[in-house]
């Protein structure tokens, strides 16, 4: 079946601290891969699509990366404005729609 | 630009009540999308129009209704809504299948 795991599930880190989430998954053939920031209580915040193995994209201190396996956010010196919940969404070749989601790694940044 | 916007942001309703949710967006994407989310879960997909006509409907019970009046609106009409149907209810478009999706910011349901 397919599948879309994220981890950690919850990352607290210090200020300045870098660190990566992971997003794996298991889908018959991948049209795309995105990254969403979501804020409580508010819409996902689009970041980055990744469609294929060897991809990577950059965003201040977030940069994004796809291998045929899994995903990685990397986050350079974070601050306490990154906090959120940071959602990963795979979509199939055969669905031009639907997006696989991921439950989702909560970031929380200390100062 | 790549705003899509939602109204009202809060809504809390009876169980009798009818009520409607809107979406719009002015980016000249051809797909619109309804997702439920539930606190702590990703979102979950209920309906997508493409060019106007409803293409993906996720077996969402009948009392959730949707409606596309025209390339930049999407409504969804509630009547007779559950207590288990409170959650935020997320818009969202693309240019078309396949491209990505931009969320608006949702509606917060309260269903008593």
């Known amino acids: 079946e397919d599948q879309v795991t994220q981890s950690p599930e919850a990352l607290r880190l210090q200020e300045g601290e870098s660190s990566s989430l992971n997003c794996s998954y298991t889908?018959?053939?991948?049209?795309?891969l995105f990254w969403y920031r979501q804020d409580p209580g508010k819409g996902p915040e689009f970041l980055f699509t990744?469609?294929?193995a060897g991809e990577e994209k950059e965003k201040e201190r977030l940069k994004a990366t796809l291998t045929k396996k899994e995903s990685f956010l990397h986050i350079t010196a974070p601050k306490p404005e990154d906090s959120a919940t940071y959602l990963c969404?795979?979509?199939?070749?055969?669905?031009?729609?639907?997006?696989?989601f991921g439950s989702g790694t909560r970031l929380l940044v200390r100062p | 630009d790549t705003e899509v916007t939602q109204t009202p942001k809060h809504l809390v309703m009876g169980m009798t009540n009818k009520k409607s949710l809107k979406c719009e967006q002015h980016?000249?994407?051809?797909?619109m999308y309804w997702y439920k989310q539930k606190a702590k879960k990703p979102p979950e997909l209920m309906f997508v129009?493409?060019?106007?006509?409803?293409?993906i409907n996720e077996s969402v019970p009948s009392r959730f209704s949707p409606e596309c009046p025209n390339s930049s609106l999407l409504n969804l009409h509630l009547h007779a809504l559950q207590p288990e149907d409170s959650a935020l209810y997320l818009c969202?478009?693309?240019?078309?299948?396949?491209?990505?999706?931009?969320f608006g910011p949702g509606t917060r349901l309260l269903v008593l």
């Open positions: 129009y493409s060019y106007e006509k409803l293409s």
């Open positions: 990744l469609y294929s």
């Open positions: 969202a478009s693309s240019y078309s299948g396949g491209e990505t999706q931009y």
């Open positions: 889908v018959s053939g991948l049209r795309g």
């Open positions: 969404a795979v979509q199939e070749v055969d669905s031009s729609y639907k997006l696989i």
């Open positions: 980016m000249g994407h051809r797909a």
